[in-house]
């Protein structure tokens, strides 16, 4: 086999109704050659095939669609990475309730159902399926975003630099579930809630005045010290192990003003010296 290590390669994977349709549209849009539903054992050569016709960014998606050719996933995306190839694993996913609710929304069925398995059974086997796949790759939970906001997502990944360490910090609102795709979960509900005030309450942790009052509180900055003092003392072992991705949510009640606020603090103080990315789940219309 062989392949151009400046070939860029995306390879998708994900649960079915999780949004992979939208994340392999935004990567088209991006410039990449994409191909869906690609068996795992093809995966070397479909690469090296179109690294000779030219194409030097392609999105493969490989999924439970080709369940029975999935054992050998690993070695096909070691063989790749052997090669020093510019290669990142993408794997979308989304909680239970959001993938029924979209199933029963577009009247699908599922890709694993033989007719006689529910939604919620096809699901859970899916989960196990590709369970390994998650693993390697980096997590992104669709559960609650907009197409719009998960392109943006997609576009913000492709855009890291891989060779760095991109640490993610989320906002989110315990109120509509804890994100599937954390490595670490802070709980802000603890703090004052500047939703009691009825002049802060259409605002968000990104406007001053909440950010005013937050810091005038006496929990706030020890709270966001700790947190600081904590990712500080171990993010370097996530580099030492490789990683090139580290998700940190921050959560409050309903993820529009303290979690928001740690959210913008923390992006602050770390994109002095890391590469940053910056999600407020719940800022639909932000």
């Known amino acids: 086999m062989s392949g151009s290590p400046h070939q860029q390669v995306v390879i998708l994977s994900g649960m079915s109704g999780a949004g992979k349709s939208v994340a392999l549209r935004a990567l088209e849009d991006l410039g990449y050659y994409c191909l869906d539903n690609l068996p795992a054992p093809l ?3 479909a690469v090296s095939m179109l690294d000779r016709d030219g194409y030097p960014k392609v999105a493969i998606a490989i999924d439970a669609r080709s369940a029975h050719n999935l054992t050998s996933f690993p070695e096909h995306l070691d063989a790749l ?22 199933y ?7 890709p694993l159902s033989n007719g006689q398995l529910t ?7 899916e989960r196990e399926v590709l369970g390994d ?14 197409a719009s906001q998960l392109r943006i997502w997609i576009r913000d990944f492709i855009a890291s ?22 490595d670490f979960v802070f709980d802000a509900r603890c703090l004052p809630n500047p939703y009691y005030d ?8 990104m406007d001053k005045p909440v950010a005013d009052f937050l810091m005038r509180q006496a929990s706030v900055g020890p709270y966001l010290t700790h947190i600081l003092g904590f990712l500080e003392r171990w993010l370097p072992e996530f580099e030492r192990d490789q990683r090139s991705y580290v998700t940190v949510a921050i959560g ?12 913008e603090e923390l992006r602050r103080h770390f994109a002095r010296s890391r590469q940053v990315l910056l999600r407020h789940r719940e800022q639909h219309a932000r």
């Open 43 to 45: 995966l070397p050569q």
């Open 252 to 263: 409050c009640t309903g993820g529009q003003h303290r979690s928001v606020y740690l959210a």
């Open 161 to 182: 630099d891989r060779a760095k360490l991109t640490l993610i910090f989320q906002s989110f609102g315990f109120k509509h579930g804890i994100p599937l795709d954390a």
């Open 198 to 205: 009825p002049a802060l309450r259409p605002l968000t942790g």
């Open 81 to 102: 990475l052997q090669l020093g190839m510019d290669v990142r694993l993408l794997f979308v996913e989304a909680n239970d309730e959001t993938i029924i609710k979209r």
């Open 104 to 110: 029963s929304e577009s009247r699908r069925s599922h």
């Open 133 to 146: 796949i998650r693993e390697l790759g980096h997590c992104m939970d669709t559960s609650g975003l907009s």
């Open 119 to 125: 939604v919620s059974e096809c699901i859970a086997m």
